[in-house]
Structures are given as C-alpha cells and as structure tokens.
Antibody, heavy 124, light 108 residues
Framework: EVQLLESGGGFVQPGGSLRLSCVAS????????MTWVRQAPGKGLEWVSS????????WNADSAKGRFTISRDNSKNTLYLQMNSLRVEDTAVYYC?????????????????WGQGTLVTVSS | SYVVTQPPSVSVAPGKTARVTCGGN??????VHWYRQKPGQAPVVVMF???DRPSGIPERFSGSNSGNTATLTISRVEAGDEADYYC???????????FGGGTKLTVL
C-alpha cells in the first residue's frame, strides 16, 4: 500500500527556514517523479517543485526558484523540501505527491497518490 | 506561462448532470487530469488522460477534451460528489506543472 507522510511544518518568522520531509512507503521513491504542491488557506492548489526519479532533474515554480530546493534520500525513501527566505505568502499546507512517471515533463504524468499535508505558517 | 481557467463554482441538483470545465489555449492537444478534494482532505485523482477513470471512481464520472476546453462530467450527481475539482496539465513551453484555479461543486 502506497503511503506518503509529510512532516516538518510549523511556525516560522519571515526570512526564516524550514525543511519539509515526506517519507514514502509501498514503492521505491527513485522510480517515480515526486512533487510538492501547496495550498494557501481557502485557496487552490499551487505546484511548487518536482524531482525526477532516476536523473535528479528538478523543475520549480517561479515562486520557489532561488529559495526552495527539492531533494531525495533514496536510502531513507524520503523526499525533502528545503525552504529558505520564507515569506508570509508561503503560508500553506504543503502536500507531497507521487507521480505516475519518472518525469513530470510529459502530458502522460499525473499524481496518483498524495500525502495528508503539513502546515507551514509564516508570520511575524 | 500556460493558463487554465475553471469556473469558481458549479451548482447542480441531486440526480442531474454537472459539468466542470477547464479552458486553455488548444488544451485539446494536452492530456488533462482531474482531482477531487473534499474539505480537510488531500486531493484524489478522478480522471486521467482526459477520460480514463482510476479504479474506484464510479462510471458516473466521465471526461472529454477538445479544442480549447476539457470537461469533467458527473452524471446522476450525489451529495457525496460535493467537493472542489481541479484540472492539471503539463506545459512544455514553460516546463511547469499547471493547475486550474479549482471549481467548487455544490449539490443543491
């Protein structure tokens, strides 16, 4: 059974940093593209960052470029999102999502499993 | 970057048919995927590759995609279908995953 368990969210002041984790079970993380998607309170889904399965290629939303870094530890089957220079507008629930392909860069890729999310609150 | 547009809300009476649209320039040339999100829950895929249903999604759910509009159709709507629905495409020009803004389906 595929499971994704996010952690690492919390309260942080503007300019601060957080590292989110997503522990995957029921499949091998490096076989699939993995993605972070966020949802601000009362708002829609927003893509943040994706990482390919085998080649460590990443794709990032404009809002994440230069501030967020996606990475993976295959030995722990865990996906990470290092978030620096956090802003109030980064406040959201952050979801980890498993893809159906090794890469997100295809129209054939979609998200077949999602975690329950972890809340990040950026406020002074 | 590529923009997909969804109506903010759709209302339908129980037993009737709901249509949730996802508009984009020549979206018919892309594969569109749909997710349902109920309050306090994570999204769940309800349609992929325009019109393929995952196991566990009832046949009342169908999809189409042509021209500038993709459509998720829910027939014989039930109270349990009430949720937010999001479309998703890949934009190869910007190398971005793109979500629609979401449509809140209300069952009257």
């Amino acid at each position: 059974e595929v499971q994704l368990l996010e952690s690492g969210g919390g309260f942080v002041q503007p300019g601060g940093s957080l590292r989110l984790s997503c522990v995957a079970s029921g499949f091998t993380l490096s076989d699939y593209a993995m993605t972070w998607v966020r949802q601000a309170p009362g708002k829609g889904l927003e893509w943040v960052s994706s990482l390919s399965g085998r080649h460590d290629k990443s794709w990032n939303a404009d809002s994440a470029k230069g501030r967020f870094t996606i990475s993976r530890d295959n030995s722990k089957n865990t996906l990470y999102l290092q978030m620096n220079s956090l802003r109030v507008e980064d406040t959201a629930v952050y979801y980890c999502a498993k893809g159906t392909e090794d890469t997100v860069a295809t129209t054939l890729h979609y998200f077949d499993f999602w975690g329950q999310g972890t809340l990040v609150t950026v406020s002074s | 970057s590529y923009v997909v547009t969804q109506p903010p809300s759709v209302s339908v009476a129980p037993g009737k048919t709901a249509r949730v649209t996802c508009g984009g320039n020549n979206i018919g040339s892309k594969s569109v995927h749909w997710y349902r999100q109920k309050p306090g829950q994570a999204p769940v895929v309800v349609m992929f590759y325009d019109y393929d249903r995952p196991s566990g999604i009832p046949e009342r759910f169908s999809g189409s995609n042509s021209g500038n509009t993709a459509t998720l159709t829910i027939s014989r709507v039930e109270a349990g279908d009430e949720a937010d629905y999001y479309c998703h495409v890949w934009d190869r020009i910007s190398d971005h995953v793109v979500f629609g803004g979401g449509t809140k389906l209300t069952v009257l």
